[in-house]
């Protein structure tokens, strides 16, 4: 047992809690309190394993822990040469038990047979088949979907290894295998299932440390994208290479990933338009997209207040023979608040580290040449909402730095790895 200082503990139960928003409105329990975990948190499976795990480690003092199994929020347990009294008996040490954790807990007994995840199991007979509810019926993939071939053409032998394993012999297997036959004949498939006695005596294969490469799948691809891949592996990393220990066809191996299905693209289309409060707000009169003074003197012709950009800066000097140099930024908010921003620096010498921008504006300057600076729009992307796992203004910025690296580009490599400052918004202790 791992011992825990009691400020580690108010630390895990702290960053459990949740706030939960809808239409700009906190809801809360009506207990008054946060919530531990919402519905559809990412860690959500996870917790629920502790918290498995945790109740299974005072449980075991009541039922052997040989004796009982936890998946998620089912539980089974066999309780050996017991009657009914004496099941009753201890069906409740484990409601007290979890009463002591504020928890709650539905137990039955005395079952002969019971239904658990996907097999039937039958004391009396001491046998066990496949399982589904009802009106529960099986699909799968079509023979004939843009998905790999080896997904495809392995999907029969798959579903027979897997009713194999979850029935006790070869007829109850015969009995169970008609209603997932009938269901991969109307995915297209003609193969007939197979009966495979489980193995338990095979040994684990040695694992070794793979890289995977996973590029997307498609069938309007010609182009054998593996094959072409494994090439270019072999010639830029040939036998005498130094790094050819690490990167070889024994290291570095390839699957393709399959591309979201049309209800993924259609759900995905829908929240885009739906979300109207997150979409980036762009007029289309001059007016709201521009509030200078001289519309002749803005620094994006026009488009200052645009929001949510990746922009370029591109710095020169009146010296003919003088080079170009760029750089690459990002605003969550207007243009214009981040333009005046960088104004302060290039005016102002003491702030001349504030950027790799002002940096080279002070050296061209005090090598006795004026500098000249003209701005422009690279892309515009949306901006990070709280929950979701990446940030694309971000990644954005990264990509355009990475993809003109030596082309005179200003930027420093180590904004490459820094972290998304977006995020920090929708902290815990910002929201409070």
Not at 179 to 191: C, H, I, P, T
Not at 203 to 209: A, D, I, Q, V, Y
Not at 347 to 359: F, G, I, P, V, Y
Request: aromatic share 10%; net charge positive; with cysteine.
């Amino acid at each position: 047992m791992v011992k825990m200082e009691q400020t580690e503990v108010e630390i895990i139960f702290h960053s459990r809690k949740a706030l939960l928003f809808n239409n700009s409105e906190c809801w809360v329990k009506k207990s008054g309190k946060l919530f531990d975990v919402t519905m559809g948190a990412y860690d959500g499976a996870e917790v629920c394993e502790i918290v498995g795990l945790y109740l299974l480690s005072k449980i075991h003092k009541i039922i052997p822990i040989s004796y009982i199994g936890l998946y998620r929020d089912d539980g089974l347990a066999v309780i050996p040469n017991a009657n009914g009294p004496k099941l009753d008996r201890i069906r409740k040490d484990p409601i007290k038990c979890f009463k002591e954790e504020n928890l709650q807990i539905t137990t039955i007994i005395n079952l002969p047979e019971v239904d658990f995840l996907d097999v039937h199991l039958n004391l009396k007979a001491g046998s066990y088949k496949p399982f589904r509810k009802e009106n529960d019926q099986p699909q799968y993939i079509h023979c004939d979907s843009n998905h790999p071939k080896s997904i495809t053409k392995n999907i029969p032998e798959m579903i027979g290894k897997r009713i194999s394993g979850l029935s006790r012999d070869k007829k109850t297997f015969e009995r169970e295998k008609t209603m997932y036959e009938n269901a991969l004949k109307s995915s297209g498939y003609d193969e007939k299932l197979k009966y495979t006695p489980p193995n338990f005596n095979k040994k684990r294969p040695r694992r070794r440390k793979i890289t995977w490469f996973n590029p997307p799948f498609s069938c309007n691809v010609a182009t054998n994208i593996g094959r072409e891949f494994l090439r270019i592996l072999s010639k830029n990393f040939p036998l005498k290479h130094r790094y050819h220990k690490i990167f070889n066809r024994n290291t570095v191996k390839i699957s393709y990933s399959c591309l979201p299905n049309m209800s993924s693209i259609i759900k995905s289309h829908n929240n885009k338009v739906l979300a109207t409060s997150q979409k980036i707000d762009v007029a289309e009169s001059d007016a709201s997209t521009c509030n200078c003074r001289k519309s002749a003197a803005c620094p994006l012709e026009g488009k200052c207040l645009t929001k949510s950009i990746i922009y370029q800066a591109t710095i020169s000097s009146n010296n003919k023979n003088s080079q170009k140099f760029r750089y690459i930024g990002l605003t969550e908010g207007t243009f214009k608040s981040r333009y005046n921003g960088h104004l302060q620096s290039i005016r102002h010498e003491k702030h001349e580290t504030a950027t790799e921008l002002s940096k080279k504006y002070w050296e061209i300057k005090r090598g006795g040449n004026e500098p000249y600076i003209a701005w422009k729009i690279v892309k515009q992307v949306d901006t990070y909402k709280g929950g979701q796992p990446i940030c694309n203004l971000c990644l954005a910025e990264k990509y355009f730095i990475i993809r003109d690296r030596g082309r005179n580009l200003l930027n420093s490599r180590t904004e490459i790895l820094s972290k998304c400052r977006h995020r920090k918004e929708f902290l815990l202790n910002r929201a409070i």
